[in-house]
């Protein structure tokens, strides 16, 4: 069975660092795209960045270019997103997904087509 766990999440004050995990059992992310995206409360889920499956090639969000990076660790079966400089804005539920295809970008935006998604790690940028 798929199953995506994230951590790493909690309380940080503005400018401070996060470093959040996406790891998966019952497959191999190696040949999946993983997505990160966020919801804050009365906000629609935005996506925040994508990682392809076999180039390696990353999407970002403009509201977090620059600040954020994700990264794979297939030895791991691991997805990062190391996010710095962290503002009040980017407090969200933070939760990763995977999809046997690719990071799709429609208008911009990352496509939240996803086959298997993680249950979300919380992320507050408070001071």
């Known amino acids: 069975q798929l199953q995506l766990v994230e951590s790493g999440g909690g309380l940080v004050q503005p400018g401070g660092s996060l470093r959040l995990s996406c790891a998966a059992s019952g497959f191999t992310l190696d040949y999946y795209a993983i997505g990160w995206f966020r919801q804050a409360p009365g906000k629609e889920r935005e996506g925040v960045s994508c990682?392809?499956?076999?180039?390696?090639?990353?999407y970002y969000a403009d509201s977090v270019k620059g600040r954020f990076t994700i990264s794979r660790d297939n030895a791991k079966n691991t997805v990062y997103l190391q996010m710095n400089s962290l503002k009040p804005e980017d407090t969200a539920v933070y939760a990763c997904?995977?999809?046997?295809?690719?990071?799709?970008?429609?208008?911009?935006?990352?496509?939240?087509?996803?086959?298997?998604w993680g249950q979300g790690t919380q992320v507050t940028v408070s001071s």
């Open positions: 990682i392809s499956s076999t180039h390696g090639s990353t």
């Open positions: 997904a995977a999809s046997r295809y690719r990071c799709t970008v429609v208008d911009g935006n990352l496509d939240p087509a996803f086959e298997s």
